[in-house]
């Protein structure tokens, strides 16, 4: 699936949009359902509706949330968990990120500065990066692992690691 080019359709629904992203990469049916700009964009807000029934919309979406949308269309069920830290007070290995990521299996991550912001989706692994979608520009960067573990993320919307959205042990 060729992810530039799709973009949240508002400042709101960048949860919604990884997890439509992350669905369409796991489920060939899915993907292609979506394959026109206005049945991606009625998707964005299907699933916002969906997910955020208690929460308001006008805040994101929640972790949970992701991971009921994005296990809808998985093989396994999602889960999420708290970034882990960045240094002095600890460092998160990433290593179930990574694994999940390179058994084909995209990781959505929340990220912020002092609090969590937005989401973004990791969608691949290799010679130290990872490849993220970032939902609000349509575009996939590379970021060092390193730099994932220690803050510091640019282009990504925000620098800092929140939450991840990742499959149980499968």
């Not at 949240?8 to 629904?13: E, F, H, I, K, S």
């Not at 990884?18 to 899915?30: E, K, M």
């Not at 009625?42 to 308001?56: D, F, M, S, T, Y």
């Not at 990872?130 to 919307?157: H, K, M, N, W």
């Amino acid at each position: 699936m060729k992810l530039a080019g799709l973009r949240q359709r508002d400042g709101v629904t960048c949860g919604p949009t990884v997890a439509v992203v992350a669905g369409a990469l796991l489920d060939p049916g899915y993907r292609e359902a979506l394959q026109t700009p206005h049945l991606f964009h009625a998707e964005q807000g299907r699933v916002h509706r969906l997910v955020n029934r208690l929460w308001p919309r006008r805040l994101g979406t929640t972790p949970v949330g992701v991971a009921r949308a994005i296990s809808a269309h998985s093989p396994v069920r999602y889960r999420w968990r708290l970034f882990r830290g960045l240094p002095p007070g600890g460092r998160d290995t990433l290593s179930d990120v990574l694994s999940a990521v390179r058994a084909g299996r995209p990781v959505a991550v929340l990220v912020g500065r002092f609090l969590p912001r937005h989401w973004i989706l990791v969608v691949g692994a290799g010679e130290g990066r990872l490849r993220c979608y970032e939902p609000s520009s349509g575009q996939v960067r590379e970021v060092a692992i390193d730099t994932f573990r220690r803050g510091g993320l640019t282009g990504l919307g925000f620098p800092t690691p929140f939450a991840f959205v990742l499959p149980r042990r499968w």
